[in-house]
T-cell receptor, first 116, second 114 residues
Framework: DSGVTQTPKHLITATGQRVTLRCSPRSGDLSVYWYQQSLDQGLQFLIQYYNGEERAKGNILERFSAQQFPDLHSELNLSSLELGDSALYFC???????????????FGPGTRLTVL | AQSVTQLDSQVPVFEEAPVELRCNYSSSVSVYLFWYVQYPNQGLQLLLKYLSGSTLVKGINGFEAEFNKSQTSFHLRKPSVHISDTAEYFCAVSDPWNTDKLIFGTGTRLQVFP
């Protein structure tokens, strides 16, 4: 158990809908990351937040957005869902964030999203 | 841009046999290198990492990896595998402009048979 929790574990929805995935980082971790794991794209970095502010962006679609709240939990919002958005979404956390230094990321168990 | 290539999508092996999972990366600057393991229905767990120093890195569960700068490789090895090592293994490299951003390979499925 990494200490990172994600809810829900599974989510089934229809095309065009909007969903919210939630992540609670390890106690004391200030940085949160979101990753998408899909069959065709593999494991991709989406976005990083540090202490409530966006830190880095990866291959995140405009239909997707995220935020980190004052209590440091994070939410990933996916809207206008398409079949291709079906994937496993991982959250990870690390104590700090810093360019050029190493911050070990601890991964949650993931949320499996199925879009029908 | 950095990229990671895992040459084998699947590696079948018998229990107690040695195994090597191959990983090559492309980068013109120094990067950090990682191997993660994903057991069924679980998140990713860090096996080992190379940040600097000794090119032979030892990790958890008896795994080790060797960083080879000239061949831009970071192959993962274990001298004797167990059934419990059956999992998906991901090689990753850090983005040199933001070392928190990890770029993953496509994964190698290690299947250990009795």
């Amino acid at each position: 158990d990494s200490g990172v929790t994600q809810t829900p574990k599974h989510l089934i929805t229809a095309t065009g809908q909007r969903v919210t995935l939630r992540c609670s980082p390890r106690s004391g971790d200030l940085s949160v990351y979101w990753y998408q794991q899909s069959l065709d794209q593999g494991l991709q970095f989406l976005i990083q937040y540090y202490n409530g502010e966006e830190r880095a962006k990866g291959n995140i679609l405009e239909r997707f957005s995220a935020q980190q709240f004052p209590d440091l939990h994070s939410e990933l919002n996916l809207s206008s869902l398409e079949l291709g958005d079906s994937a496993l979404y991982f959250c990870a956390s690390s104590p700090q964030a810093g360019r050029g230094s190493y911050n070990e990321q601890f991964f949650g168990p993931g949320t499996r999203l199925t879009v029908l | 841009a950095q990229s990671v290539t895992q040459l084998d999508s699947q590696v079948p092996v018998f229990e107690e046999a040695p195994v090597e999972l191959r990983c090559n990366y492309s980068s013109s600057v120094s990067v950090y290198l990682f191997w993660y393991v994903q057991y069924p229905n679980q998140g990713l767990q860090l096996l080992l990492k190379y940040l600097s120093g000794s090119t032979l890195v030892k990790g958890i569960n008896g795994f080790e990896a060797e960083f080879n700068k000239s061949q831009t490789s970071f192959h993962l090895r274990k001298p004797s595998v167990h059934i419990s090592d059956t999992a998906e293994y991901f090689c990753a490299v850090s983005d040199p402009w933001n070392t928190d951003k990890l770029i993953f390979g496509t994964g190698t499925r290690l299947q250990v048979f009795p």
